[in-house]
């Protein structure tokens, strides 16, 4: 039985209402059901808003982040007055105000195997707004698990895609990137940069496949995927069939229940802080900055060429990480080394490929150029 | 020859071309062709035993070629090979 609409929700949602696809029963159906936001960054920004709006009756918002200056450049359902103020907060706020008629439920807690089916089982629907791999293929794999569409998105720098994975009626997100990229090699959004604008676009087709599949109209995008790019305005579109390999929702899965993402997808631990290359590994800004008075270690930065434009040490060594394995032959093993990114991240993969090839004289900047930037010398920016 | 499209994460490697000829009786004999042309492409399509990466896929035309049975499978010239890395931004 879906519930009614008050005289009040009339006139909210009348411009739903005077579209023959929509109409009352649908406005009613979006009533009565729920989608569950993992991230409420610059995806989750506009998914979240248009959901809301549109009349979905509960919404659910994931994420353990708070809101950074940096991210108001394209999280646009935060604000300046919320930097500091946990996202999902700052998002109810929005949300609330935006539309105080709908249920939004809050999880200020990681997404992980310990929580994702005890989350996720209570929403319709599952849209994937995350920044990373392991929830990706978490969310993926909780969806073919409980039986659920997983509206996907995902952004870097001018590129967009967008599809709906569900594996009742076509293929899932394993089928078509059964594994992900070794760690390091696909930067997120606050390595490699993203034109803010690009969520908005992907963001807000997100919602349109949610919004199409919880009334059952139009075509969705199940068994396609929308390759979008900013620069030259393409809508292009490619065929996904389900993987008949698939190791979660194929014929033979051997993949049956939750496993651990981050050894999936050879990323650090929860317990290993961010931009840190572990213990004994790391040097912090200050230590370097006695380090270079005293005996000049080489430096090599692995950041892209551009970025040394905003900021940069003198004499350090320029090979972007991506082709630091082709030109290790121009770094000596035997001279001690400390390697440095924009915030440590990369760097520590620098490390570790370094190590794994020999290098044993090499050291990690904690926190990249940003942590000599806030300790060491002032004069150069953050970003 | 058919036409190479690179997807934009990659053309910084490519002096910003996202698409070009390449010679090539296959798709993978066309991604290995662009990957010989621009060199700084090959550490991001192919791992270290020369084979390509797991998270890469590669459509000809619109269809995967894994639907085509494979990387294999022959181009003509007017085809179109896209090579469609996982990306994960939010």
């Known amino acids: 039985m879906l519930p009614n609409l ?19 029963e649908g406005q009613r159906k979006l009533k009565a059901s729920s989608a569950l936001v993992i991230g409420t960054g610059g995806l989750g920004s506009p998914v979240s808003l248009y959901l809301a709006a549109a009349g979905i009756g509960r919404v659910g918002l994931v994420d353990h982040d708070v809101v950074d200056q940096s991210n108001l450049q394209r999280q646009v359902i935060h604000g300046t007055s919320t930097i500091g103020k946990l996202k999902v907060e700052s998002a109810r706020e929005k949300l609330s105000d935006l539309n105080p008629d709908i249920q939004v439920d809050v999880y200020n807690e990681p997404y992980t195997s310990a929580n994702a089916m005890r989350i996720a089982q209570e929403y319709d629907i599952l849209i994937d707004c995350t920044d ?25 720098r001018f590129d967009g895609q967008v599809s709906v994975f569900y594996a009742k009626e076509g293929p899932c997100y394993r089928c078509l990137f059964p594994e992900p990229p070794p760690p390091g090699l696909v930067p997120s959004c606050a390595e490699g940069g993203v034109l803010g604008i690009l969520p908005g676009t992907i963001g807000t087709l997100q919602a349109t496949e949610a919004l199409k599949m919880l009334l059952g109209i139009g075509e969705p995008l199940i068994g396609k995927l929308l390759l979008y790019n900013a620069l030259d305005m393409s809508f292009d579109f490619v065929k996904l069939k389900k993987n008949p390999n698939c190791r979660v929702c194929g014929p033979n899965a051997d993949i049956r229940d939750l496993i651990d993402y981050e050894e999936f997808c050879g990323v650090p631990g929860r317990d290993q802080e961010e931009g840190s290359a572990g ?8 230590e370097l900055a006695e380090r270079v008075q005293r005996d000049h270690p080489k430096l090599l930065d692995v950041r892209e060429p551009h970025e040394l434009e905003i900021s940069a040490l003198p004499n ?11 030109r290790l032959s121009e770094l000596d093993s035997a001279e001690e080394m400390v390697i440095f ?13 370094l190590v794994g090839a020999g290098f044993r004289k090499v050291k990690n900047l904690k926190g990249g150029i940003n942590a000599w930037a806030r300790d060491v010398d002032g004069s150069l920016p953050v970003y | 020859m058919p036409t190479i499209r690179i997807p934009s994460p990659m053309q910084y490697y490519t002096e910003k071309q996202a698409e070009f000829k390449v010679p090539g009786k296959t798709v993978l004999d066309a991604v290995r062709s662009a990957a010989e042309k621009f060199p700084a492409l090959k550490f991001h399509l192919f791992d270290g035993n020369d084979k ?39």
């Open chain 1, 132 to 156: 990373n791999f392991p929830t990706r293929y978490l969310t993926n794999d909780v969806c073919v698990f409980l039986g659920k569409p997983n509206i996907y998105g995902s952004i870097f």
């Open chain 1, 316 to 326: 350090a060594l320029n090979i972007p990480l991506g082709q630091l394995a082709g």
């Open chain 1, 341 to 353: 990114c924009k915030a440590g991240t990369r760097s520590a993969r620098a490390l570790e490929l």
């Open chain 2, 52 to 90: 390509l990466r797991r998270h890469i896929n590669l459509f000809l035309n619109d269809v995967n070629v894994r639907d085509l049975g494979g990387p294999d499978v022959p181009v003509t010239d007017g085809d179109v090979v896209r090579i469609l890395p996982s990306i994960t931004g939010g």
């Open chain 1, 279 to 286: 213990a004994g590994w790391d040097v912090t800004a200050a």
């Open chain 1, 6 to 24: 008050n005289h009040e929700e009339i006139l909210r949602y009348s411009r739903h209402l005077l579209i023959p696809e929509v109409g009352l």
